[in-house]
């Protein structure tokens, strides 16, 4: 197979990866991780395996971090088990059924704010906090994502261009 098909089938995995990092209909780094291995092994490049090794470790840390660092935030915040469950219930239903580009984000805050008030319906505060909790734990973990989805496409496209 022609190496430049392979090098753009790379970057396209790549890209779409980075998006897949905020975007959850998208297997983010996983895309990034299939990318970085195409182009490794697919082409003849100079690319160390070091690299691939790091880049691995790197997105299973980060798929631990994607659940860990939202539950921890909403702890911190005051959100309860029920704050988490409406997380994940208005998670799904922000992605299938609020038909704009962020539908699942809105879906998750309004999940956790409605699962503390069933939790506690007079602790509106708690429940705004909890929110709050939510959606910093969705910032670092979405930023960290998206921070090694941007240096795999970087060091591949260092690669591919230098």
């Known amino acids: 197979m022609d ?24 297997p ?19 690319m ?4 691939v090794w790091i880049f691995v470790l790197l997105t299973l840390i980060s798929t631990i971090l ?6 921890k935030t909403n702890k911190k915040y005051g959100g309860t088990r029920y704050g988490s469950i409406g997380s994940f219930i208005g998670t799904l239903v922000g992605l299938f059924f609020i038909p704009i580009p ?6 998750m805050l309004l999940g956790v704010f409605l699962g503390e008030l069933l939790h506690d319906i007079n602790d509106r505060k708690k429940a705004f906090n909890s929110m709050k909790g939510a959606f910093i ?6 930023g960290f994502s998206l921070m090694v ?12 261009f230098f």
């Open 28 to 46: 983010g780094l996983l895309l990034s991780i299939c990318g970085l291995l195409i182009f490794k092994f697919g082409t003849e490049n100079e």
């Open 102 to 107: 962020l539908g699942f984000l809105i879906g």
């Open 66 to 71: 994607n659940y860990v660092i939202p539950a």
């Open 149 to 160: 989805g941007l240096a795999m496409f970087l060091v591949v496209g260092y690669y591919i």
């Open 3 to 26: 190496s430049v098909f392979i090098d753009i089938i790379a970057l396209v995995l790549l890209f779409v990866g980075m998006l897949g990092t905020f975007l959850p209909v998208l």
């Open 137 to 142: 734990g969705f910032v670092y973990g979405t």
């Open 48 to 51: 160390p395996m070091m690299y």
